[in-house]
């Protein structure tokens, strides 16, 4: 099959891009608003672009046509926390994606507790096994064919970060097992982690 991905309305685009880049990390995304207000909402066009610095991105769409509160806040602040869903998190998570009002208390709807972040102001999620508490460095926006923009990659700084002392042996190592974190495919759906591998790096031989 070819497809021409301008030729397809924007519900098969969306579904045939999501359904090939796949599985996906979900960065569950806490910010503040200029007075204190908190959000919490779940995204998955998300990964990571550097370690030196520790970069993370996170793409956010609008909806109905206005930007997300997400993205307004983190303009407003600058600062947001990456929560790592855990596969004990995903009902929680999905709940905290509900179309409603910015001061709507997504932590209450979904049943989880904001916990005082180290650095930001935004709250972590205390249930969350892991925490990137990171400063915004750039927002880009993506552009429509019409110029029109429904997108921003949000680049942001992590300042700290908080691992679960039972998921973490010094300097770097997290035990993935059980952090046992979930990732999104196309639609509905979601991916758990399955089997896990090394592979060695190649290298070239060398000459005798």
Same mark, same amino acid.
């Given at each position: ?8 309305? *924007? ?25 204190? /207000? ?10 990571? +672009? ?6 993370? +991105? ?5 909806? =109905? ?15 947001? !926390? ?18 409603? /009002?910015?001061? $709507? ?6 049943? +989880? ?8 102001? *935004?709250?972590?999620? =205390?249930? /969350? ?6 400063? !915004? ?14 997108? $921003? ?6 300042? $700290? ?10 300097? $770097? ?9 979930? *990732? ?7 991916? =758990? ?16």
């Amino acid at each position: 099959m070819e497809i021409d991905p301008t030729t397809l309305e *924007a519900r098969s685009r969306h579904l045939l891009m999501t359904g090939l880049v796949v599985p996906r990390p979900i960065a569950w995304v806490s910010t503040v608003d200029a007075d204190g /207000a908190v959000n919490l909402a779940p995204y998955s066009f998300f990964a990571l +672009v550097s370690s030196a610095p520790p970069t993370v +991105v996170v793409s956010v769409g609008n909806r =109905a046509g206005r930007e997300k509160d997400t993205l307004a806040n983190v303009r407003a602040t600058g600062e947001l !926390v990456v929560n790592v869903v855990s596969r004990e998190l995903v009902e929680a998570m999905n709940a905290s994606s509900v179309e409603s /009002a910015p001061d $709507h208390d997504e932590y209450a709807f979904a049943g +989880v507790t904001p916990a005082p972040s180290r650095v930001v102001r *935004a709250p972590r999620v =205390a249930e /969350a096994h892991a925490h990137l508490e990171a400063r !915004v460095t750039r927002i880009v926006p993506v552009e429509n064919d019409d110029g029109g923009v429904t997108n $921003h990659v949000i680049f942001a700084r992590v300042v $700290h970060v908080q691992v679960d002392d039972a998921l973490f042996t010094p300097p $770097h190592r997290v035990d993935a097992r059980g952090l046992d974190p979930v *990732a999104r495919l196309a639609g509905l759906g979601y991916a =758990a982690m399955g089997d896990l591998f090394d592979l060695p790096r190649p290298e070239v031989p060398q000459a005798t």
